[in-house]
């Protein structure tokens, strides 16, 4: 059963992806990473953290989506739709990519994953909470102040220029 | 029927990651490669995840870790909209590659 | 005085380093010290000759000079009675000379070098004379062929002066050829050049004498040069282009004596070959005759003498050759005063009417009474009338060839006696006699200041005087002062002989005045009858048109054969290195332009080249740049990895 759901949920986001990445038109490009985030959440829920999936749905589809389709739209040329979205580089970064692939599934096929078979904890929202205060404290500030500079960052990069006479 | 091991979880993930650096390669339009770039985001989440289910399930590190890549993400995405935003004001067009003035 | 005269040669050595050094500016400086300076060797002469003739031995005095391991060659004085007697000449013409040449060269603008030059030749002539071995008498006669050149080629800015210089100083040269290789071979059969020494290897008769023969005919050659015995006669009658009181000196008085002189010491070595001894007096009497055969025509007054001069020689040298020391330096002896005295008198008469020519003279005697007569003893003197000098000089050398029974000498001596006499007195009676032939010469004519008139008068005295020495009925006259070893030197006074030559001397006389004061034969009418002989005469036997066509021309053209080779070879090559030279240094700019420039600018532009290249990477691309990232980053894995 769970392999079956993993397939299904891997082959949409991987379609997805693809689609992200190759279709002409741009708000499309975001539509289709909306799907992708989805199938993700729920290949979290397959690895069994549920709290993953819920705040990757939130923030991540609820937020990050949210603010690129803003930016889609306000940057949206009148007559664009004839240009192409795909640049020069196509042959080569294909060929890298492919090349790359190989290599990362020969490379995780044949390295000898320390697999242990122990279960989850049942209330990993919990532990999770425990660790972000406990192990994980200090990253878990910075993340705060990251954030913080990155708002303050993105709203002085795109004041207006000229405050007196505009 | 197979159980689902860590093998397949890392395939998806090498194969979202690499979906997303032919993106990030190929995308003309800034915005699309910031997409690209979540995606790449989100491969390496999907990894950190299975390894945490599979690898070490007490210590469950890899999903604290998942939380954090998320709020880099959107921190990420929060700055490079706006400089994508600016660029647009400036240069009325935001494709990468007409964007090359620090060029010989 | 014997003992030391090696002092008498360095007076006027003296004078002549004083003038060059110090007494140039002063005229009247210059000739004084000149005159005092051989006046005190005539004295310290005087005093030598006194002591010879009182004590009567020779002596020689040699030092070391040059040595090396089995050789020796010292340097060294040898005086004997010829010495003394050479002493007494040389000093007195040349002081007489230097008085004369007071009034002479007056007004010359070298005046002072003219003294210097005089008195360098009267160091060399009496070094000469007074040198003990052959090697410092070639010395000698170097320095008195150099002296001899300057003198003639004295006023050098008239070419035919300095081309006379040159002509005596390359044919005597030739002739010293000779002396040189004889010498040398001397050096090499006798292993000695001393005079004494030689003499006593000769007497002892462990001489290798085919060898020393050899050796005496070569230096004779070098005699015959400076003596101007044919066939190197030709140098005299031009060298007549010096001032008259050099011809004077060095070719009537003593230059020429040399020859003589260094004839007399080779006695020894002349008379053990019988050959030698015959080919010596032949070339005498062969240039006796012709020399004063030439002298018969010519009419410049100094041309005249200059014949005269060679032909005298002639006289000493045949009879050299015939055995007769005692002759032969008694004539040297007697001559140099009376030619001295007839060429100072030719000065005088030119300095009055200021030609040379015979032929635009006549009647001076009016004028220049001293002159003239002084003229007239030397004239009778050289003619060999009694009881002058010349005649006991003339007759001893007729009696060696009479008492040697060599005939033909004699028959040539006495043939050139009348010549001599002929021509002398057609020159006397045309200068100084009968009607002026240019009257406006003749008007400005006057007799010559006293310091030339006095020498004049000096020399008559001793033109007559001085061969009473000689007169054979004396007991201790010249023969028994002077003579060689056991040869003739006291003829039995042949009363004949003399008289004979009286006769011939008076015919000659006689008909001189024939032709030229009674005008009984005109000298028109003898050229007539003998044109061929006379040109033949007149030019001089065409020896220098000879020597011209023989030696002298095609000497030139091999110098010019050199020349050419010189310009085109030698200086080819030269040119030719310089234009390799230049072709390399074109050749390395090229170079240099090209390769090395080539090369630092070639660096230049590679690295614009690679540059503009490289920076076409800076595409100003993000998205290339992540490419290029992406791509060493694989590669990075791939290489880490490869080993799983």
């Known amino acids: 059963m769970n392999v079956f759901v993993f397939y299904l949920l891997a082959i949409i986001a991987s379609v997805s992806a693809f689609r992200v990445v190759t279709a002409r038109n741009v708000f499309h490009s975001a539509l289709f990473l909306v799907l992708t985030l989805f199938s993700i959440a729920g290949i979290y829920i397959l690895l069994g953290a549920e709290f993953l999936a819920g705040v990757q749905v939130l923030i991540y589809v609820g937020a990050i989506t949210i603010l690129i389709i803003f930016a889609i739209m306000l940057t949206h040329q009148i007559s664009n739709k004839s240009i192409r979205q795909t640049n020069e580089q196509v042959f080569p970064a294909v060929l890298i990519v492919l090349i790359f692939f190989a290599m990362s599934i020969a490379t995780l096929l044949l390295t000898s994953w320390p697999t242990a078979t122990a279960e989850l904890p049942s209330d990993n929202v919990n532990r999770i909470g425990q660790l972000l205060m406990t192990t994980y404290v200090i990253p878990f500030e910075v993340i705060s102040v990251v954030l913080l500079v990155a708002l303050i960052g993105a709203i002085v990069i795109s004041r207006r220029e000229k405050r007196s006479g505009d | 029927m197979e159980q689902l091991s860590l093998y397949h979880f890392l395939a998806l993930g090498a194969v979202l990651f690499a979906l997303g650096i032919f993106g990030l390669l190929t995308r003309r339009n800034a915005i699309g490669v910031l997409m690209a770039i979540e995606l790449l985001f989100n491969a390496a989440a999907i990894n950190f995840v299975a390894f945490a289910k599979f690898v070490d399930p007490q210590g469950l590190g890899g999903q604290v870790f998942a939380v954090f890549i998320i709020t880099v993400a959107a921190a990420e995405a929060a700055v490079g909209l706006a400089i994508v935003m600016l660029i647009y004001r400036n240069f009325r067009g935001i494709e990468v590659d007409k964007i090359n003035f620090m060029k010989w | ?644």
């Not at chain 3, 005269?5 to 050094?21: D, H, Y």
């Not at chain 3, 006194?50 to 391991?69: N, P, R, T």
């Not at chain 3, 040189?180 to 059969?189: M, N, P, S």
């Not at chain 3, 004028?367 to 050289?382: C, D, E, G, H, R």
């Open chain 3, 1 to 644: 005085m014997i003992h030391n005269g090696w002092l008498i040669p360095l007076f006027p050595l003296l004078s002549f380093l004083m003038i060059v050094f110090f007494l140039k500016k002063s005229q009247k400086a210059s000739s004084y010290f000149a005159i005092a300076m051989v006046l005190v060797s005539l004295i310290l002469s005087f005093i030598l000759f006194f002591e010879m003739l009182g004590e009567g031995h020779a002596y020689h005095k040699f030092v070391s000079w040059l040595s090396w391991s089995d050789f020796e060659l010292p340097m060294g004085i040898f005086i004997d009675p010829l010495t003394a007697v050479m002493l007494i000449v040389v000093t007195i013409v040349s002081s007489l000379v230097h008085i004369y040449s007071l009034g002479y060269m007056h007004g010359d603008p070298r005046f002072s070098r003219f003294y210097a030059y005089l008195s360098l030749f009267t160091f060399s002539m009496l070094g000469l004379v007074v040198a003990g071995t052959y090697v410092l008498i070639l010395v000698f006669w170097e320095l008195v062929g150099l002296t001899s050149y300057l003198l003639i080629g004295f006023w050098f800015e008239k070419k035919i002066a300095a081309d006379a210089g040159k002509k005596a100083f390359v044919t005597t040269k030739l002739a010293d050829l000779g002396f040189l290789l004889g010498l040398v071979l001397l050096l090499f059969a006798a292993h000695t050049a001393s005079i004494p020494e030689l003499n006593e290897l000769i007497e002892s008769g462990h001489a290798p004498l085919t060898l020393i023969g050899i050796a005496g005919i070569l230096m004779f050659m070098g005699a015959c040069g400076k003596s101007a015995q044919f066939p190197f006669h030709v140098w005299l009658p031009d060298a007549m282009e010096g001032p008259t009181p050099v011809s004077a000196l060095i070719h009537a008085a003593t230059m020429v004596a040399a020859g003589v002189y260094l004839t007399a010491r080779l006695m020894g070595v002349i008379m053990v070959s019988e050959a030698m001894a015959t080919v010596v007096a032949t070339i005498g009497a062969i240039t006796a005759v012709m020399a004063a055969s030439i002298g018969l025509v010519q009419n410049d007054i100094k041309r005249i003498l200059a014949y005269s001069t060679v032909s005298q020689l002639g006289y000493m040298i045949m009879v050299l050759g015939l055995g007769g020391y005692t002759a032969g330096s008694f004539h040297l002896f007697t001559h140099a005063f009376f030619k001295a005295l007839l060429f100072l008198g030719a000065g005088s008469v030119i300095h009055a009417v200021h030609t040379n020519n015979i032929q635009e003279m006549g009647g001076l005697h009016g004028k220049m009474k001293i002159t003239s007569i002084t003229f007239l003893i030397a004239s009778l003197s050289i003619a060999g009338i009694f009881p002058l000098s010349g005649f006991w000089s003339k007759d001893e050398i007729f009696a060696v060839a009479y008492d040697g029974g060599h005939y033909f000498f004699l028959a040539a001596g006495m043939a050139a006696a009348f010549m001599t006499a002929f021509y002398m007195f057609r020159l006397y009676f045309l200068t100084f006699t009968g009607a002026p032939r240019d009257r406006h010469a003749y008007d400005h004519a006057h007799e010559s200041p006293r310091n030339m008139t006095i020498p004049l008068i000096i020399l008559a005295v001793l033109s007559v005087c001085a061969g009473w020495w000689g007169i054979p009925w004396l007991e201790h006259g010249y023969g028994s002062f002077v003579k060689f070893g056991h040869y003739a030197h006291h003829a039995e006074p042949k009363i004949g002989l003399m008289l004979a030559s009286l006769l011939v001397a008076g015919s000659g006389i006689g008909f001189a005045y024939l032709v030229y004061r009674k005008r009984a034969i005109t000298a028109e009418s003898i050229v007539a009858r003998f044109r061929p002989l006379y040109k033949l005469l007149y030019n001089k036997y065409y020896f220098d048109e000879l020597y011209m066509a023989a030696i002298v021309n095609p000497t030139y053209k091999i110098t010019e054969i050199l020349f050419r080779f010189d310009q085109v070879v030698i200086d080819g090559i030269v040119n030719g290195m310089a234009k390799i030279t230049l072709w390399w240094s074109w050749a390395k700019e090229r170079f240099d332009t090209y390769v090395i420039d080539g090369a630092v600018n070639g660096a230049g532009y590679l690295s614009l080249a690679i540059g503009r290249a490289l920076r076409k990477t800076q595409t100003g691309q993000l998205q290339t740049y992540a490419l290029v990232v992406f791509i060493g980053a694989v590669i990075l894995i791939f290489v880490k990895f490869i080993r799983i």
